[in-house]
């Protein structure tokens, strides 16, 4: 920023004088006169030089060739209402994107730092946010850019973008902004949770100051919360009224925040300020871009409680909230986020796993388009996690997170790095290139959900390996859980049922210890199993009991499309036929498995079937 002392009185007259090419000395009564009012400032005077000559206080005549000016005119001018105007006329005929460049940059003080300015500039709302800075603030003198800040060149100037209408907006926004940064420089969390919540107290919601939450206080707020969606109809809640207030909004606004940043900092309270969004929401009738992002949040608590009447309401109220979401065509930055949460939980309970990856692919790619990185990168993980259990062909899907680690890596994401490589060791295990696995980053292993993830997937690949009694020792540690929350969540407790069960019915086929024990878990698995079947069409009637029509279970995995689950009944038919002594019908759907496992991409399991094809010719 250029000093208040400015420069001196002569540079002034020769600042004048080069600018009306005239004699220093014909100037000199009018460059006095400028000094005095603008203290030297050279932005200011020249400002004030220009406005004099745009009101034709100073004129050129053609009749005398040489400029003219009323002195006693100029005299009579008021500096600070001059400035006013200067600043006022000039900023006022900017175009719309330029004026919000300036007030937004205006909430950050005398100046904004470059990398915010990115931030901001990869946001939806603010797109081209730097470049109007550089084409705009900067070209036309109201900010200077010294490589790292851009900075107003005077405190008038930023005193004038404070005062443009609404301001109060774009302070939330820019607050909002901030607690963004926090999130993704990690170390920050906890600043951003409590600046979350002082600001939320600030708007009137009397949250716990210290983040602390006892779970009586969750129940409550939970219960109420429920009660509010139970009493309104489908109807009703696509229809809330469109609430215009900006305190209101701004609540929800912190509250989208505070979801994201409890999740990650403190994660024992997300739930309570989650229940707390969707309260507010519905109690006071709010309809705004975070409503849908309110709607499947609660749902996801919801769907954490059992398998049963809380999990049917969550898939209720995660629909809507994508149905709200869908008719809003200003939502489209919300997206990445709220089909998230409903396609990993409640949503994965009502849709084929196939739907769900399509969706969450499309979730990370408006993730990328509309500059929220960090969502992409989770809808990413996800979507690549739905897609090993779907059965994707694993060769493809080994190019494919050999591409998204080289977009990680660009991005400096190196959650989504951990994720990725974590996966990719399941693939290459599956595959049968263990000698490719990279071992994962240590220090990032400790975000939510990776422990979970990791688990369930290696428990699968153990299975599909043939290490049953791995996955029946990973079913125990399941069990022995501290954390009841991560047991209770649905799709989880589905998939431990599924590989569990089907490990014990092995176990026990082979006359392995713990004989009573395995038959307990069959018996548990399927009832798991059977109540998850009621949430979903998809192969209700047949997949959900071990049968003795191995045709009926492999023609349910054909239907669904899953071809990894297809080549395993096909696997197990054959194990079943070789057992009593049915070489020929054992060798049929040994075929029909390796034909399986071939269209997987599982070179392991083809060679183990190839193996199993041999044994039966050579005897």
Known sequence: ?????????????AMISDALGVFPRICNNLSDVVYRKTNGNPYFALEFLRS?????????????????????????????DNVLFILTNKMSVLEDDAQTALKVASCFGINISAVIARKLDATLQYQNFQATLDHVAVKEGFMDFDGMNYCFVHDKVIQHGEGLEDKSQYMLDSYSLLVSLFYLARKDLLQAFHTCIKVLNLLGEDLPLNGNVDNDELVSIVTKTKALFQEKSNDELMTIHNETSRRSRAIMQFYDQLSIVSYLAKPGVCPYFMARWAHFSLAHNVSCKYTPGAFVSFSLILSCEDLGENARIACRIGKIGIMVLSRNASTMGELPGVYLIHYVHAGSLIEPIQTCVSLMQHAYEIGMQTGNPSKAAFNLSAMVAKQIKAGTNLLALKRDIANYLKLAGQYAQKQLQCNLLMMNAMVLRLIGDEEEIVQTLQDEKDIPAWEECEFCLDMMTSFYLGHMERVYHKSKLWEELVDSVKKKMPPRVIYIAFFSGLASASLYSYGKKNSQRHLSKIAESLSVLENAATFSDIGAEEDVEIRAEFDSAILASRSSKFVHEEGLACELAGMHYKKNGNKSLALSFFRQARSCYESWGSCVKVRHMTRQIDFIGSN
């Open 1 to 13: 920023m250029l000093s208040l002392s400015g420069i001196s009185a002569e540079d002034v007259n």
């Open 52 to 80: 004099l000559i745009d009101r034709d206080i100073i004129n050129y005549s053609l009749r005398e060739k040489h400029w003219k000016w009323d002195i006693n005119q100029i005299c009579a001018e008021n500096i600070t």
